[in-house]
Structures are given as structure tokens and as C-alpha cells.
């Protein structure tokens, strides 16, 4: 029997996909452009914005006629009800079989999950936040984090994976925060980066959200428009997409919801086509955030019919209608058909998504549903990787008297409502809080260990009592004198406050979640007051997906912990903070205020967003970007000299520090490398970061670290909208936060100015060697 072309590997893939579609109908085509979300509900709360008005989903007998055409994608089947992962691996793969049967082409669905912070499935382990992976610092942990997801995804028959998030943090009221990676786009870019090729190297299909702009919605509001200007968008929004593409290999990208001054992105060909394909050469598919084509009629107003919205974004270059059918399917038939819309777009869009498929083995001829390997998605080896990304992400943001670590047989009172909530640990996107609180009576699936459980587990030869003291987000103060009491009695009181995720207002944190301002939720603040009050010691612990303002108990606290929803591990990496068996190292990925008002703010400002006297509010962080400290000390010897270095706009220039641990314990330090512009055609952030390396030392023990600086990274974007690398004064800062200065190495640039593209250098390599004496 002879192999149809499109079926055999030996053939080109180009090739075999054009083979196929000159031989598929208008239908059959447009089939390959949309998803279905079987099971999704339509009434009650959803998973997705407006998911009850849009998501209804195809009968039993419009699934057959449906999948007769072929079909483009499947939209959670792990995703949106519990079920258990072996059953599900079973339906995955019987639907997959009644796909390629129904079809004259045999054609499979991609199928699609979220792994924002884990597989998003019942069973699954639920791991740190990415908020959480930005104050880890360590790019290797993140990769190694994609790629045991993605093993995940494969075992259970997933092609894509909808993540990493690489919206650059802009307003921290925003309610999605918890899901960046924080507020500078290198860091975003670089651990985003990271995760991406992990997902890849899993042969995960990586998709970048959310291209483009998000994250600067108005008022951090969700979805709200987007009022960035040119140099905003090319130099912070952008940054860490190209960054994922280049270096990481992604292959999907999903557009935007929002609209920038007044054009949305999901009808934008200058971004999806003119930037993202011809510019930076991205030839994989551009999938729609879920109903996003449909908000072009019904949100944008921007299309008067379905079909208009599929015309629009066609053209702007969408390939993929998700997460289920609505403007791809009948309306661009009927519109292709009448002539309103030309059927080349629609090759043009198909062909993308054949190709993809033909890279996944899905045009094959021995193809087969069923995955290969075991089944276990929260092994072992997943809680190892958990509890480390927890241990390494949590900050100690201050310690002035050294209460902590807390010393053995101290009596403690465990207050607040987030120590005692297994919810407390995991982020909107947890498949306990994305989807379980739909289905009360349904276990976790998981262990998820609370950080009072952990304590007394860790603390076994200490008293720990417990008092909630109140709730979340409730104004409920009934609780606070039993509070009192607990931390009057003790030695230590450890006061665990902080967010609940959740979904669209039923949470304080997650994707419609958004804050009037960075006030502690409800009434939680006054339990701290009172707590404090009794004159006992006090530790703040914090559980959120933001930063919150801290100024009003500076200087009364003895000691402050910063955890950002740390997943299922993160009871005991919190317990060994405490403890003092782990050393913390994390470094804050966003700024904590000192107020809870005057935002937006993050570090990247110009001179005159910094604080002055021309204005009564001050915006200076209480805790800077980069922030962090440790159980031990560490000495930064051996800088750079004072002397001006000259390198060409061209050129590139070594700086290096030798850094030691001066301390009792094993511990990391995070040299964080910034540069300051003094002079630019345009204003530019007083500092920004270029560059950083964590380094993990025993007692004693140095290291030399190189940083390998190049003028591409001093580029930006000038008035003529061209990034280019000028010549003049730069400064090279060492610190180990945004706000401090260990030491500095001053550089001029000469020669002419320097255009550059997307082949310019986009990290600054790093290198680690052995430290003297």
C-alpha cells in the first residue's frame, strides 16, 4: 500500500503539508483553526473571562459532525474538571483515535494545557509561582523546572503547554502579578527563557502570553486598555518575548487581550506579522488568549459580525481560535465562501498549523494516541524540585536584631489566615484554586503541608499554638483577642498573613483579582497592630502574589519573610526559614512599597520618576528590586578599578569580583550586575539590570565572578524609534540590590552611534571560577 505524501517523515515537511492541503476543502482547513473545550461550563463561575456567554461547547451530535472536518486543538481535558490522571490519559487518547477516524486525512488534535506553575491537573504537582522563580534568580532551576513539566505533559498525551507568562510587572495592583516573573524584563526574560527551554527540550510546544502589553493595562485593571508609549512597549514589554524566542526556541505565541492606543492586539498585523514574524523571524503559530477573537465584536467593538472578528485577526496573523469554536468555524466558511474574506489567509493560517503538527509526529503514519513511559505526575522527583524552587525563592527582608533563626525550645504563637490553609501556598493557576473550588467535595490530590503543620513538624521540642485572628479579605475582628492571647503567652509570635488566589474578584490575587491599593487584604493589618501591641517579638510572614506596603510596622517587627505563593513544598521551605536549616536567598523580583498608594511605580524610572522636591509623594521603595538578605555574611573584594575604560559602541569589556562568605554558614549571594546612562538622546531608568549570578558558598569558601559586557546592552530605542547603541559616559554598578553599590567600573563608548537588531546580543554571559586565598 503506498504512504500518502503528507504521512511519510522522509518527505520535507513543507512539502508534505502543501501535499495535504491542496487536497483538503474550504472546511476541512478551517477545521484545523479552532479548538473545542468539551465540559467547559456555562453557567456559575468560570476558569476564563466571560466564559459563560461564550464557552458553549458542541452536542454529542455536533461533536460528530464537527470532527468529521478534522479538528485543530483540544482544550483541557485535564484542565477543567478533576478526573483522575490514568482515566484521563485513556479518554485523552480515545478522543484523539475518534478525531483521526472521523476525518478522511486522520489528522489528530493538538492537545492543550496550562503549566503556568505546574501541570494545571488534578494530581499534579502545583509548584512555586513564577513571582516565585524571579526571586530564585537561578535561570538552571527554571529550565529544570520546564523540563519536568513538560516530561509531565508528554506522559499524558499534552503537545502545548500555555506558559511562561513574560508580561513585565507595570502596576503591582494588577491581580495577574503572581503569574510574572517581576518588573524588569531581563530577569523576565532571561528565567523565562530558562523555562522555555525546558519545556521545549520535553518536546512541549512553549507559548509565550501574552503578546503583547498586558501587563500595562490602565489602573491594573484586567484587559483594561493599554496606554504604553513606543519606547515603554520596545523596551520593557518586548524584551524578554524576544528573548524567549531566540534563546529558548518557543514555538507558539498567544496575542494579547488588550488594546494599545486603541488598536487590539488580536486585529494588530504590525505586531503579530510585521514584528513578530518579519522582524524576528517567528515561523510557529500565534494562538488567540481564550476568546479573544470573539471580544473583537463583542468587547473591542471593533468588528460588526463574527465573521469580521475572524477577518481581522487572520489578518493581523492569528492561526488558532481558542479554546473553542466561535468565529473560525461557520461564520469565516460562509464569509470565504461570499467573497469577504480571501481563502489564502485562511492556507496561509492552516499551513502553520500543519506544519506544527507535522513537527509533533502528528501527520505520521504510525502515528499512535496512547504516550509512552509511566504515570505519575507529583513524583518524587517533582517534590525534590518544588521544595528547592521554595527554599531558594523565599526573602528574608529584614532581621535587625537576629530573631531569626528561632531558637530551639522557643515558645511559639502561630497566628493569621494563612497559616493554616493548604490553599495559602498556591497561586490562581493551582489546579486546587483554578478549578477545586468548583468541586468542594473533590480532595486536593496533592500533600500540601501549611506552614503551622510544618513548624511543628520542624520545631518538635518547642510549644506552637495556633489562633487564626481573622479571615483573608472579611472585616471580621472576633477573632483578634484569642490572637492576643496566643502571642501573650509565647515567646516568638510568627504572624502568617497574605492572599487568597482566585479567579475574577474571588480571590485577593489572580487573574481578575485586581487591588484599589497595596493595603494589606481585609483587616489584616490591625491584627498585626495588636499583635504587636503585646510587646512580644513578632514575625511577619507573607503569603501573596503581590507586594504589599510594609512602611507602616518598619522598625517594629522583628523580622520580616517574603514568600510569593510558594506551591505545594513551600510549608516546610517557610519551617526551615525559620529554623534556620535553610538558609534564605531569594532576592525580591518586584519592590515593596512604603505606602500603599501612589502607583503605579516599579525601579526602572527616570530621573524624574525617582523621588524630589517638586512633589510631596515619595515613591522610594521600602524594600528595593533585588532585595534580599542572609543567616551569614558575604565580603566583595577585588572590583574593578577607578580608571574610565574606552570600548567602541562595537566593542565589549570584562569586569570581575572575587566573593566570599564571611559568615558561620553555608549560604547565596546574588551579585546583581545595573547599568546607569548618565546621558542619552531620550530619558532613560536611573538603572536597570544587566546582568546577575547567583553563587552558592560554604564558609569561607570564594568565588571569582566575570561579567562579559557588551555596548548591545546598552541599547534602547531613540526618537527615531531605532534601538541603537550610543557613544558617551556609562556606568557599570555591582550591588546586591537595585538601591545599593558595592562597586562600579566607568566605561566611554566611542565611535559613531550603532543601530542594532534582533541579532544583538541580548545576556550578559557570566562565568564562574574558583576565588583566591
Known amino acids: 500500500m503506498t504512504t500518502a505524501p503528507w504521512r511519510d517523515p522522509a518527505v520535507p515537511a513543507a512539502d508534505r503539508v502543501d501535499a495535504l492541503l491542496s487536497r483538503m476543502t474550504l472546511e476541512e482547513k478551517t477545521a484545523q483553526l479552532y479548538g473545542v473545550w468539551v465540559g467547559a461550563a456555562t453557567d456559575g463561575d468560570g476558569v476564563a473571562p466571560l466564559q459563560r456567554e461564550m464557552a458553549a461547547g458542541p452536542s454529542a451530535d455536533e461533536w460528530d459532525e464537527l470532527i468529521s472536518h478534522g479538528l485543530g486543538q483540544l482544550t483541557r481535558s485535564f484542565g477543567t474538571a478533576p478526573v483522575d490522571p490514568v482515566l484521563g490519559v485513556r479518554a485523552l487518547a480515545r478522543a484523539q483515535r475518534r478525531i483521526a477516524a472521523a476525518s478522511r486525512f486522520g489528522i489528530p488534535a493538538v492537545a492543550h494545557e496550562e503549566c503556568l506553575a505546574g501541570f494545571t491537573a488534578w494530581g499534579a504537582t502545583a509548584y512555586p509561582v513564577p513571582l516565585a522563580w524571579g526571586a530564585a534568580f537561578d535561570p538552571a532551576l527554571a529550565e529544570e523546572l520546564g523540563r519536568r513539566i513538560g516530561r509531565d505533559l508528554r506522559s499524558a498525551g499534552v503537545h502545548q503547554g500555555l506558559a511562561p507568562v513574560l508580561d513585565v510587572v507595570r502596576d503591582p495592583r494588577w491581580g495577574r502579578v503572581e503569574e510574572t516573573i517581576g518588573e524588569d524584563p531581563y530577569l523576565v526574560g532571561t528565567i523565562g527563557a530558562a523555562y522555555v527551554r525546558g519545556l521545549e527540550s520535553a518536546g512541549i510546544v512553549a507559548t509565550l502570553k501574552h503578546f503583547a502589553g498586558y501587563a500595562s493595562s490602565a489602573g491594573a485593571r484586567n484587559l483594561a486598555p493599554v496606554r504604553a508609549g513606543v519606547r515603554e512597549f520596545a523596551d520593557v514589554t518586548l524584551p524578554p518575548f524576544e528573548m524567549a524566542l531566540r534563546e529558548g526556541g518557543a514555538r507558539s505565541v498567544m496575542a494579547s487581550y488588550t488594546e494599545t492606543d486603541g488598536v487590539p492586539v488580536t486585529a494588530d498585523p504590525r505586531l503579530l506579522t510585521g514584528l513578530l514574524r518579519d522582524e ?85 503514519e504510525d502515528w499512535r494516541p496512547e504516550p509512552d513511559g509511566p504515570l505519575d505526575l507529583d513524583s518524587a522527583g517533582n517534590r525534590a524540585l518544588a521544595r528547592q524552587l521554595a527554599q531558594e525563592s523565599v526573602v528574608l527582608l529584614d532581621n535587625p536584631d537576629g530573631l531569626l533563626p528561632l531558637a530551639p525550645g522557643t515558645r511559639v504563637a502561630v497566628v493569621g489566615p494563612r497559616a493554616a490553609d493548604a490553599l495559602a501556598m498556591l497561586g490562581c493557576y493551582s489546579f486546587p484554586s483554578h478549578v477545586l473550588t468548583h468541586h468542594p467535595d473533590v480532595p486536593l490530590g496533592i500533600r500540601v503541608p501549611t506552614v503551622l503543620d510544618a513548624l511543628r513538624a520542624e520545631l518538635p521540642d518547642s510549644k506552637v499554638t495556633f489562633a487564626e485572628g481573622c479571615g483573608v479579605s472579611d472585616p471580621d475582628t472576633a477573632g483578634f483577642p484569642e490572637a492576643v492571647a496566643r502571642a501573650a503567652e509565647a515567646d516568638v509570635c510568627v504572624v502568617v498573613l497574605g492572599d487568597r488566589a482566585g479567579l475574577f474578584g474571588r480571590g485577593t490575587s489572580g487573574e481578575g483579582c485586581d487591588a484599589a491599593d497595596l493595603g494589606l487584604p481585609g483587616v489584616q493589618g490591625e491584627l498585626l497592630d495588636a499583635l504587636l501591641a503585646t510587646g512580644v517579638p513578632v514575625v511577619l510572614v507573607l503569603l501573596t502574589g503581590r507586594p504589599y506596603a510594609l512602611g507602616r510596622w518598619h522598625g517594629r517587627l522583628g523580622a520580616v519573610v517574603q514568600a510569593f505563593f510558594p506551591g505545594e513544598e513551600g510549608g516546610p521551605a517557610l519551617a526551615g526559614v525559620l529554623s534556620g536549616r535553610v538558609n534564605p536567598s531569594g532576592r525580591l523580583p518586584v519592590s515593596v512599597p512604603r505606602a500603599p498608594g501612589g502607583q503605579p511605580w516599579t525601579y526602572l524610572q527616570p530621573p524624574l ?165
Do not use: M
Open 609 to 773: 520618576g525617582l523621588a524630589g522636591e517638586v512633589s510631596s509623594l515619595d515613591p522610594t521603595p521600602l524594600y528595593p528590586f533585588g532585595h534580599g538578605r542572609s543567616y551569614t555574611s558575604f565580603a566583595w573584594e577585588d572590583g574593578p578599578g577607578d580608571a574610565v575604560t574606552e570600548i567602541g559602541t562595537d566593542g565589549s569589556y570584562d569586569l570581575s569580583l572575587t566573593v566570599r562568605n564571611t559568615g558561620g554558614c553555608a549560604g547565596a549571594e546574588v551579585v546583581q550586575l545595573y547599568l546607569h546612562d548618565p546621558v542619552a538622546s531620550v530619558t532613560r531608568p536611573d538603572v536597570r539590570l544587566i546582568g546577575y549570578q547567583r553563587v552558592e558558598l560554604a564558609p569561607g569558601e570564594a568565588r571569582r565572578v566575570t561579567f562579559r559586557f557588551h555596548a548591545d546592552l546598552s541599547s534602547f530605542t531613540d526618537r527615531t524609534g531605532a534601538r541603537v547603541v550610543e557613544p558617551g559616559a556609562l556606568e557599570l554598578r555591582l550591588g546586591p540590590s537595585s538601591a545599593q553599590v558595592r562597586h562600579t567600573a566607568a566605561l566611554r563608548l566611542t565611535g559613531p552611534v550603532r543601530v542594532v537588531g534582533p541579532d544583538r546580543r541580548l545576556r550578559c554571559e557570566v562565568e564562574v571560577s574558583a576565588g583566591t586565598g
Open 280 to 364: 524576528w523571524g517567528f515561523t510557529g503559530t500565534v494562538v488567540a488568549d481564550y476568546f479573544g477573537i470573539g471580544f473583537l465584536q463583542t468587547r473591542h467593538r471593533v468588528a460588526g459580525d463574527e465573521a469580521g472578528a475572524a477577518h481581522q485577526a487572520l489578518v493581523a496573523g492569528v492561526d488558532v481560535e481558542l479554546p473553542t469554536l466561535k468565529c473560525y468555524g461557520p461564520p469565516l466558511v460562509t464569509a470565504v465562501r461570499e467573497g469577504r474574506v480571501p481563502e489564502s489567509l485562511v492556507d496561509r493560517a492552516a499551513r502553520r498549523v500543519l506544519l506544527q503538527k507535522c513537527e509533533l509526529g502528528l501527520l505520521d
